[in-house]
Every structure is written in C-alpha cells, then in structure tokens.
C-alpha cells in the first residue's frame, strides 16, 4: 500500500508560480509511475504531468501543462515535485497525487485519472488577483 502526501498548495496571483510536492512511501514505490492530477469544482479530475520510475524517466503532460509545469522525482527524498509557472486562475483546483505500477502499459494510461491505483488525499491551489 503506497502512501501519498502533497504539500506546498496555497494563493497565488495570477503570473505567479508555485511548487508542489508530492511525498510517497511504501513497498515498491519507486518503481510506481507518479503523477499530478486536478479537480476544480463542478468538474471532472484531470491529468496534468505524471512521471515514471526513475530508471525509466518518461514524463508525460496534459496540453493544459505544456510549457507552463515541470514535472520531477528524487527517489532519495521519497519526493515528486510540480514546478507551476505563469498561473492563471483556470489552474485555481484541489490537486491530488496519484500513483501506479504502468510499465508496459500504452503511454496514454500515464495520463488517465483511472488507472491511478493510489491517491492522496489532495491540496488546494487558489489563483487569484
């Protein structure tokens, strides 16, 4: 049973920039892919970048976060991380970090809220002026 804890969330203004962590523990844990994922209310979760283990290193990101997120992994800190850049208040949602063993698997799973095995429990990101 993987465990996941965010952290970093908070207010923001727009054009601003924020980092999320995401610290994971358990058997097996670096070798589960690790993604970031949103849900604003009224809406549905969404992808926004997940990553795989480290000794693979794919990364894979929403339209939503192309250009604008950075996503990264320190297995030695037990941490993955969310560099959010340029902010704007579409990006205002709770965002959670999610996780799964996807080896093998179409690349497309790595961005599909469903195929997450494991969640946590979500931190609030607010952008506004």
């Known amino acids: 049973q993987l465990h996941l804890v965010e952290s970093g969330g908070g207010s923001v203004r727009p054009g601003g920039s924020l980092t999320l962590s995401c610290t994971f523990s358990?058997?097996?844990?670096?070798?589960?892919?690790i993604g970031w994922f949103r849900q604003a209310p009224g809406k549905e979760r969404e992808a926004v970048a997940t990553i795989n283990f480290t000794e693979d290193g794919r990364t894979f990101y929403a339209d939503l976060a192309k250009g604008r997120f950075t996503i990264s992994r320190d297995d030695a800190k037990s941490t993955v991380y969310l560099q959010m850049n340029n902010l704007i208040s579409e990006d205002t949602a709770t965002y959670y970090c999610?996780?799964?063993?996807?080896?093998?698997?179409?690349?497309?799973?790595?961005?599909?809220?469903?195929?997450?095995?494991?969640w946590g429990e979500g931190i609030l990101v607010t952008v506004t002026s």
């Open positions: 358990g058997a097996g844990a670096k070798w589960y892919a």
């Open positions: 999610g996780a799964a063993y996807l080896e093998g698997y179409n690349s497309r799973f790595y961005l599909d809220p469903s195929r997450m095995e494991h």
